[in-house]
C-alpha cells in the first residue's frame, strides 16, 4: 500500500491510497493530466484520451515489417501454434491488423465489435473508421504465452508500384503529408501504427537477410514511430539462408540503412536468426542464431516485469507533450486579433510555426526533442479556428509540473515494490520454454557445462598435462601457495578480475592453497574463459574435484 498527500502546499488533508500502479497513474491521469489536455484540444492532434483498459491491459508488441519477413511465422514461432485468422505466404498475405490475444476459447472478433468492448484497449481506434475496422481483428486462443503478453500482428508493407508512387508525389512536393494523407486501404496506415506505438511495450521491426530492401513506404512508417525509438528492436530474419560472408554484408547494410532513417545516437540492437521451426538451410551460424534468439526471448520475457515502469514511463512522455501543446496553443491564441485579419494572421502565424516553437523552448527551457512535428503540426492547425483556443491557464499547468515532481517519484517507488513482490513475472510457455531445460538449451555442454552428462570428472582428460606444472611450483604438503599459483595463473594474461574469480571456484577448501586437482580445476577454468565462454557464478557440480565430492548420507 502506498499513500501521499495532495499537490503543492494545499494538500488535502486525507491522503490518496493506492494499492496498485496502475490504479495510481488512473487516478493521476484523470485528476491532473486529462483536464490539461481537454482544455487546449490534446486529443484533436495527438492522441485519444486513455482510458482504464490502456492501464491494465497486459504487455503488447508489435510487429511491423515489409511483405515475406516473417512476421505471422514469428508469431507461429512463438506460441508453437496456429492462430485463428494465419495466412503464411510469399506473397503478401497478412491483410489486416490482428490482435493475436489469450482467450478460452478460440476464434475471431471483429474490428467494430473490439472497439465497443470496455475491456480491451482498442476503443479510440474507432475514430479510424469503418475502413480500418473492417481490416482489424482480434485472434483469440487459449496459448500460455498469451497469458503474459498479446502480440499484434500488421499487414504487410509493399513495395514496387505503392513506392513508385510515393516518390512521385514527393517529387512533386507533397512529401510527408502526401504519404501520410494517401489511403492504405481507405485509411491512414502510418497514423494507426503510432497510435499502436504509443501503447504498446514493444515494437519488432523485421527484415528479410535474403532480399533487404527498405522501400520508401517503409521509411516513412519507420519515421513515424519516433519518439520510442526505446522500445524499438530489429530482428534480421531468415539469416539462415545466406552464407557468412554475405550476411556480414547485408547486417552492415542495414545498420546503414537504419541509421540513416532512425535519428538516434544510439545504435538500435539488431536480432539475427531464423524464427521459425523449419531445418536451417546454411547451419554455418547456427550458435551465433541460438546466442540472439537467447538474448531476444531475454528481452520480450522481461515485458510483464517492466510493464508498470512503462506506462509510467509512457505517462511522463505524454505529459510533457501536453504541456507544449497547451504552451503552443495558448501563444497561437495571444497573438490572434479579437476582430479584424483573423484569416490573414492565422496564416502567418502557422508559416512562422517554427519562430514560436523557438520562442517557446527558450521561454520555458523545454528540449526541442519534446516538440510535435512541425509539418504535421501546421497541417492540423489549417482546420481550427485559432480564436477559439484558450489562453495560458497556470494553474492546469502547475497541476501537471507537481504530478511530475513529486507523484510520479512516489509512484516509481512503488513500482519498486510490486517488481519485489513478484520477481518471476516473465513469459512462460510456447518458444520460450523449448530450451530452458535438456540438452538443447543455450550453451548446454559447452564452457562450464562441458561434461555434464560424463560419469568421469572432465578436468581429468588434461590432468596429467596439468601435473606437470603443478609439481614445478614447489608444491609443501601436496598443496601450492597462492604466490606461486599466481605466477602461473597470470600466464593465462586474463585480467585480476578474472583470474580472483576463477581461483575463488577452484580453493574450493577455502585454505588459500591449491591441491593438485584444484590446481587442474582453476587450468580448465581458465581454458574455458580463453575459449569465449562465461564462468559460472557457482561451480556446477560435474566440476567439483572427486575428492571434495561429499558422499550422499
Same mark, same amino acid.
Given at each position: 500500500?502506498?499513500?501521499?498527500?495532495?499537490?503543492? $502546499?494545499?494538500?488535502?488533508?486525507?491522503?490518496?491510497?493506492?494499492?496498485?500502479? @496502475?490504479?495510481?497513474?488512473?487516478? +493521476?491521469?484523470?485528476?491532473?493530466?486529462?483536464?490539461?489536455?481537454?482544455?487546449?484540444?490534446?486529443?484533436?492532434?495527438? @492522441?485519444?484520451?486513455?482510458?482504464?483498459?490502456?492501464?491494465?491491459? %497486459?504487455?503488447? /508488441? +508489435?510487429?511491423?515489417?515489409?511483405?515475406?519477413?516473417?512476421?505471422?511465422?514469428?508469431?507461429?514461432?512463438?506460441?508453437?501454434?496456429?492462430?485463428?485468422?494465419?495466412?503464411?505466404?510469399?506473397?503478401?498475405?497478412?491483410?489486416?491488423?490482428?490482435?493475436?490475444?489469450?482467450?478460452? =476459447?478460440?476464434?475471431?472478433?471483429?474490428?467494430?465489435?473490439? #472497439?465497443?468492448?470496455?475491456?480491451?484497449?482498442?476503443?479510440?481506434? !474507432?475514430?479510424?473508421?469503418?475502413?480500418?475496422?473492417?481490416?482489424?481483428?482480434?485472434?483469440?486462443?487459449?496459448? *500460455?504465452?498469451?497469458?503474459?503478453?498479446?502480440?499484434?500482428?500488421?499487414?504487410?508493407?509493399?513495395?514496387?508500384?505503392?513506392?513508385?508512387?510515393?516518390?512521385?508525389?514527393?517529387?512533386?512536393?507533397?512529401?510527408?503529408?502526401?504519404?501520410?494523407?494517401?489511403?492504405?486501404?481507405?485509411?491512414?496506415?502510418?497514423?494507426? +501504427?503510432?497510435?499502436?506505438?504509443?501503447?504498446?511495450?514493444?515494437?519488432?521491426?523485421?527484415?528479410?537477410?535474403?532480399?533487404? $530492401?527498405?522501400?520508401?513506404?517503409?521509411?516513412?512508417?519507420?519515421?513515424?514511430?519516433?519518439?520510442?525509438?526505446?522500445?524499438?528492436?530489429?530482428?534480421? !530474419? %531468415?539469416?539462415?539462408?545466406?552464407?557468412?560472408?554475405?550476411?556480414?554484408?547485408?547486417?552492415?547494410?542495414?545498420?546503414?540503412?537504419?541509421?540513416?532513417?532512425?535519428?538516434?545516437?544510439?545504435?538500435?540492437?539488431?536480432?539475427?536468426?531464423?524464427?521459425?521451426?523449419?531445418?536451417?538451410?546454411?547451419?554455418?551460424?547456427?550458435?551465433?542464431?541460438?546466442?540472439?534468439?537467447?538474448?531476444?526471448?531475454? $528481452?520480450?520475457?522481461?515485458?510483464?516485469?517492466?510493464?508498470?515502469?512503462?506506462? +509510467?514511463?509512457?505517462?511522463?512522455?505524454?505529459?510533457?507533450?501536453?504541456? #507544449?501543446?497547451?504552451?503552443?496553443?495558448?501563444?497561437?491564441?495571444?497573438?490572434?486579433?479579437? #476582430?479584424?485579419?483573423?484569416? !490573414?494572421?492565422?496564416?502567418?502565424?502557422?508559416?512562422?510555426?517554427?519562430?514560436?516553437?523557438?520562442?517557446?523552448?527558450?521561454?520555458?527551457?523545454?528540449?526541442?526533442? $519534446?516538440?510535435?512535428?512541425?509539418?504535421?503540426?501546421?497541417?492540423?492547425?489549417?482546420?481550427?479556428?485559432?480564436?477559439?483556443?484558450?489562453?495560458?491557464?497556470?494553474?492546469?499547468?502547475?497541476?501537471?509540473?507537481?504530478?511530475?515532481?513529486?507523484?510520479?517519484?512516489?509512484?516509481?517507488?512503488?513500482?519498486?515494490?510490486?517488481?519485489?513482490?513478484?520477481?518471476?513475472?516473465?513469459?512462460?510457455?510456447?518458444?520460450?520454454?523449448?530450451?530452458?531445460?535438456?540438452?538443447?538449451?543455450?550453451?548446454?555442454?559447452?564452457?562450464?557445462?562441458?561434461?555434464?552428462?560424463?560419469?568421469?570428472?572432465? /578436468?581429468?582428460?588434461? %590432468?596429467?598435462?596439468?601435473?606437470?606444472?603443478?609439481?614445478?611450483?614447489?608444491?609443501? !604438503?601436496?598443496? /601450492?601457495?597462492?604466490?606461486?599459483?599466481?605466477?602461473?595463473?597470470?600466464?593465462?594474461?586474463?585480467?585480476?578480475? /578474472?583470474?580472483? %574469480?576463477?581461483?575463488?571456484?577452484?580453493?574450493?577448501?577455502?585454505?588459500? =592453497?591449491?591441491?593438485?586437482?584444484?590446481?587442474?580445476?582453476?587450468?580448465?577454468?581458465?581454458?574455458?574463459?580463453?575459449?569465449?565462454?562465461?564462468?559460472?557464478?557457482?561451480?556446477?557440480?560435474?566440476?567439483?574435484?572427486?575428492?571434495?565430492?561429499?558422499? *550422499?548420507?
Amino acid at each position: 500500500m502506498f499513500s501521499w498527500l495532495g499537490t503543492d $502546499d494545499r494538500r488535502k488533508k486525507d491522503p490518496e491510497v493506492f494499492q496498485t500502479v @496502475s490504479e495510481g497513474l488512473k487516478k +493521476l491521469y484523470k485528476t491532473k493530466l486529462l483536464p490539461l489536455e481537454e482544455h487546449y484540444k490534446f486529443h484533436e492532434f495527438h @492522441s485519444p484520451a486513455l482510458e482504464e483498459a490502456d492501464f491494465d491491459n %497486459k504487455p503488447m /508488441v +508489435l510487429l511491423v515489417g515489409q511483405y515475406s519477413t516473417g512476421k505471422t511465422s514469428f508469431i507461429r514461432y512463438l506460441l508453437e501454434q496456429d492462430f485463428p485468422g494465419m495466412r503464411i505466404g510469399p506473397e503478401p498475405t497478412t491483410d489486416s491488423f490482428i490482435a493475436v490475444m489469450h482467450g478460452t =476459447m478460440e476464434g475471431l472478433i471483429p474490428g467494430n465489435a473490439l #472497439v465497443v468492448d470496455p475491456k480491451k484497449p482498442f476503443r479510440k481506434l !474507432n475514430a479510424f473508421g469503418n475502413a480500418f475496422l473492417n481490416r482489424f481483428v482480434c485472434a483469440q486462443l487459449p496459448n *500460455p504465452v498469451l497469458e503474459s503478453i498479446s502480440v499484434i500482428d500488421t499487414p504487410g508493407i509493399l513495395s514496387g508500384e505503392k513506392q513508385r508512387i510515393s516518390r512521385v508525389a514527393t517529387e512533386d512536393g507533397f512529401g510527408y503529408s502526401f504519404l501520410r494523407k494517401c489511403p492504405y486501404g481507405g485509411y491512414d496506415f502510418a497514423a494507426v +501504427l503510432e497510435w499502436f506505438a504509443e501503447r504498446v511495450d514493444r515494437i519488432i521491426l523485421l527484415f528479410d537477410a535474403h532480399k533487404l $530492401d527498405i522501400s520508401d513506404e517503409f521509411s516513412e512508417v519507420i519515421k513515424a514511430l519516433k519518439n520510442h525509438e526505446d522500445k524499438i528492436r530489429v530482428v534480421l !530474419n %531468415k539469416a539462415d539462408q545466406i552464407e557468412t560472408q554475405q550476411l556480414m554484408r547485408v547486417y552492415g547494410a542495414l545498420m546503414w540503412s537504419l541509421g540513416k532513417i532512425v535519428n538516434t545516437p544510439e545504435v538500435i540492437r539488431v536480432y539475427i536468426g531464423s524464427f521459425w521451426s523449419h531445418p536451417l538451410l546454411i547451419p554455418d551460424n547456427r550458435k551465433l542464431f541460438e546466442a540472439e534468439e537467447k538474448d531476444l526471448f531475454k $528481452d520480450i520475457q522481461s515485458l510483464p516485469r517492466n510493464a508498470a515502469l512503462r506506462k +509510467l514511463n509512457d505517462l511522463i512522455k505524454r505529459a510533457r507533450l501536453a504541456k #507544449v501543446h497547451a504552451y503552443i496553443i495558448s501563444s497561437l491564441k495571444k497573438d490572434m486579433p479579437s #476582430v479584424f485579419g483573423k484569416d !490573414n494572421k492565422k496564416k502567418e502565424l502557422i508559416n512562422s510555426l517554427g519562430e514560436i516553437y523557438s520562442r517557446i523552448e527558450k521561454e520555458h527551457q523545454i528540449s526541442p526533442g $519534446d516538440f510535435p512535428n512541425l509539418k504535421k503540426m501546421q497541417e492540423q492547425l489549417q482546420a481550427h479556428d485559432l480564436n477559439k483556443f484558450h489562453p495560458l491557464k497556470m494553474k492546469l499547468l502547475d497541476t501537471v509540473d507537481d504530478m511530475l515532481a513529486h507523484d510520479i517519484a512516489q509512484l516509481m517507488v512503488l513500482v519498486r515494490q510490486e517488481e519485489t513482490q513478484h520477481p518471476n513475472q516473465v513469459v512462460k510457455g510456447g518458444a520460450f520454454e523449448g530450451t530452458m531445460n535438456g540438452p538443447f538449451g543455450h550453451g548446454y555442454g559447452e564452457g562450464a557445462g562441458e561434461g555434464i552428462d560424463e560419469v568421469e570428472w572432465v /578436468v581429468a582428460r588434461d %590432468k596429467p598435462m596439468y601435473d606437470e606444472i603443478f609439481y614445478t611450483l614447489s608444491p609443501v !604438503n601436496g598443496k /601450492v601457495t597462492g604466490a606461486n599459483a599466481k605466477k602461473e595463473m597470470v600466464k593465462s594474461k586474463l585480467p585480476n578480475t /578474472v583470474l580472483g %574469480k576463477i581461483w575463488k571456484l577452484a580453493d574450493i577448501d577455502n585454505d588459500g =592453497m591449491l591441491d593438485d586437482e584444484e590446481f587442474a580445476l582453476a587450468n580448465h577454468l581458465i581454458k574455458v574463459k580463453l575459449e569465449g565462454h562465461e564462468l559460472p557464478s557457482e561451480l556446477p557440480a560435474h566440476l567439483v574435484p572427486p575428492s571434495k565430492r561429499k558422499v *550422499p548420507e
